[in-house]
């Protein structure tokens, strides 16, 4: 009879990351992989003895500041193990972790595509993943000739409270231009300028869009707000992590490297839910374009709905978003099969209608170009 393996997953349960990744791994189970999941609720935490007992034939270890010193025993005890942290740690184990550059990259690109000018980070300083997403999103900006800016969280601040959070970013919230797009490095930062602002009276998208990281229903549906947020490809994290940690339990060579999964995409809800563009026309522009592009619409069409002449329409639109009307329908046609073929099990022919293609065949071609991929490569990201 197969041995069904003690696996523990050590990591806070409080972030939303970890409790992700923590599904992966059970969906592995579920799959087959003979394995008992412990995580740090089945024990005292501050018995590491209880570990001893536990048998554990191997560890992942997630974000876990106050199990510091069982993972500190664990590696004593020189237990297989594999780290899908967020942080740098010096534990000398494969690391599966998400890229945080590219997280940073992908957030500039959105605001930016959406025609913002002024683009701000809000971070915490002393984590590394925070670091890493400044990093890609400042890049990013400046490549594309955009104002960034970069605002940590205080650290030890929480004199003033606005609802559930400390609200330490009061001042400087207030002091932002409007029409400012603010990214803030994960959803309970997201979730605290939000809430921030509804105490300031700062309306939101309209003085200030918002994007997090992570896609926790937690914070992006708490009360009357919906925080756009991108979504992590936890599940290939998860899925990664145990086939790499079962091999190091079964004596297997796996080197020790940083193996870095991207992210998969951005969800817009209200707190993104405009545009960065100061001129009417070209912002009536966009929001035909993103409502309509699967009922034919076209350059022609718009210039029509909106009483000007094409090249008026092309002369302003390139002003505003450095791009033509046409090249904004097939972004926002491309970017909508993409999401469809990860979040749904529609066929490829139905998806092509739907987004506005001609056929299949167009489709693959637009996918091509805008993402360097297939149908099929698509599908292999799907959330499931």
Not at 149 to 177: L, M, Q, Y
Not at 246 to 263: A, C, D, E, H, Y
Request: proline content about 4%.
């Amino acid at each position: 009879m197969a041995v069904v393996r003690q696996i523990l997953f050590l990591g806070s349960l409080s972030i939303g990351y970890n409790r992700d990744i923590l599904r992966s791994i059970g969906a592995c189970a579920a799959q087959g992989q003979r394995m008992h999941i412990l995580f740090p609720t089945d024990y005292e935490p501050a018995n590491a003895n209880a570990l001893e007992q536990a048998d554990i034939s191997g560890v992942i270890v997630g974000a876990c500041p106050q199990f510091s010193h069982l993972l500190s025993h664990l590696m004593r005890m020189k237990k297989p193990m594999v780290d899908v942290s967020a942080e740098r740690h010096s534990l000398g184990h494969t690391r599966i972790v998400t890229d945080d550059q590219e997280v940073g990259k992908l957030a500039a690109d959105y605001f930016i595509d959406r025609g913002f000018k002024h683009l701000v980070y809000y971070g915490m300083a002393a984590r590394h993943w925070s670091a890493m997403r400044w990093r890609g999103f400042q890049q990013r900006a400046q490549d594309r000739g955009t104002s960034v800016e970069h605002f940590d969280r205080p650290t030890g601040s929480g004199n003033h409270h606005t609802g559930f959070f400390p609200c330490p970013v009061a001042d400087w919230i207030k002091s932002i231009t409007p029409l400012t797009a603010v990214f803030a490095g994960d959803d309970l930062l997201g979730a605290e300028i939000l809430e921030t602002c509804r105490k300031l009276n700062i309306s939101v998208p309209d003085q200030l869009a918002i994007l997090s990281v992570d896609n926790d229903d937690i914070y992006n549906t708490w009360r009357n707000y919906r925080l756009s947020s991108v979504v992590l490809n936890t599940m290939e994290i998860g899925r990664r992590a145990v086939d790499t940690l079962f091999r190091l339990i079964q004596g297997r060579s796996v080197p020790s490297q940083t193996i870095l999964i991207n992210p998969i995409h951005i969800v817009t809800r209200f707190s993104t839910n405009i545009f960065g563009v100061s001129d009417p026309l070209v912002r009536e522009a966009l929001e035909l374009i993103h409502s309509g592009f699967g009922k034919g619409i076209s350059v022609k069409r718009i210039a029509s709905e909106l009483a000007v002449s094409r090249p008026t329409l092309e002369r302003r639109f390139a002003l505003e978003l450095n791009r033509t009307p046409a090249a904004e329908i097939s972004r926002v046609q491309a970017a909508f099969a993409r999401r469809s073929l990860l979040d749904t099990n529609k066929s490829v022919v139905q998806i092509a209608s739907e987004a506005g293609y001609s056929s299949a065949r167009q489709l693959r071609a637009a996918l091509s170009q805008h993402f360097a991929a297939t149908p099929r490569d698509m599908r292999k990201l799907k959330v499931t």
